[in-house]
C-alpha cells in the first residue's frame, strides 16, 4: 500500500521542463512614410495621422509642415497590425493664394518579420500635382479621410484591411 501511495504521488508531481509552444519567438517591424507635395501645407492647416504602434497600440501624430512623415513600429503580438489613417484638416478658401497647387500626398507601408518574409506596398491617397485654385477644397473634401493597413502573419504574409482608431 505504502509503494502504491508514493507511485500515485509522483505522477501527480511531475511537471514538464520544456515549453509546449515550439514556434520560434517572432517580432515584426513596421515602417510607415507619407509623403506630402510642396504645396500641401500652403493648402492644409495640418494633417492628424492616427497609425497602429507597437505592438498595434493606437497612437497620433500632427503634422504641419514638411515634406514627410515616418514612423517605424514593432510588435510580438500577431497578426501585427500596421496601418494608418490620414485625416486632413483644409484651410480656408481666403488663405488658398496660388493659382495652383501641388498636393499629392502618397504613402508606403513595409514590413518584416524575423522568422522570415516581407512585404512593402505603396499607394497615392490624394492625386493632385497641378491643381487649381477653385478645386483645392474639393479636392482635400474628397479625401480628407484616408485608411491604409495590413495585417502580417507570424509567416510573413500580409493582407490588407482598413484599420480602426
Known amino acids: 500500500m505504502l509503494y502504491l501511495a508514493a507511485l500515485l504521488c509522483c505522477m501527480f508531481t511531475l511537471a514538464a521542463c520544456g515549453s509546449d509552444d515550439d514556434e520560434p519567438q517572432a ?10 507635395g510642396p504645396d500641401f501645407f500652403k493648402a492644409a492647416k495640418h494633417v492628424n495621422i492616427y497609425y497602429k504602434g507597437d505592438n498595434g497600440v493606437d497612437k497620433n ?37 496660388q493659382e495652383t497647387y501641388n498636393i499629392e500626398v502618397k504613402a508606403s507601408i513595409a514590413g518584416a518579420v524575423t522568422t522570415g518574409g516581407s512585404f512593402s506596398n505603396s499607394q497615392t491617397l ?40
Not at 27 to 36: D, H, L, Q
Not at 126 to 151: A, F, M, N, T, W
Request: neutral net charge.
Open 126 to 165: 490624394i492625386s493632385g500635382p497641378q491643381v487649381p485654385k477653385d478645386q483645392v477644397l474639393r479636392i482635400l473634401g474628397r479625401y480628407k479621410e484616408s485608411s491604409y493597413g495590413y495585417k502580417l502573419g507570424r509567416d510573413g504574409n500580409a493582407t490588407q484591411y482598413t484599420p480602426s482608431f
Open 27 to 36: 517580432t515584426a517591424t513596421g515602417t510607415y512614410s507619407i509623403t506630402f
Open 61 to 97: 501624430d500632427v503634422v504641419t509642415s514638411g515634406e514627410s512623415w515616418t514612423k517605424k513600429v514593432t510588435s510580438n503580438r500577431f497578426p501585427a497590425e500596421l496601418g494608418f489613417k490620414v485625416v486632413v484638416e483644409p484651410r480656408e478658401e481666403d488663405e488658398l493664394t
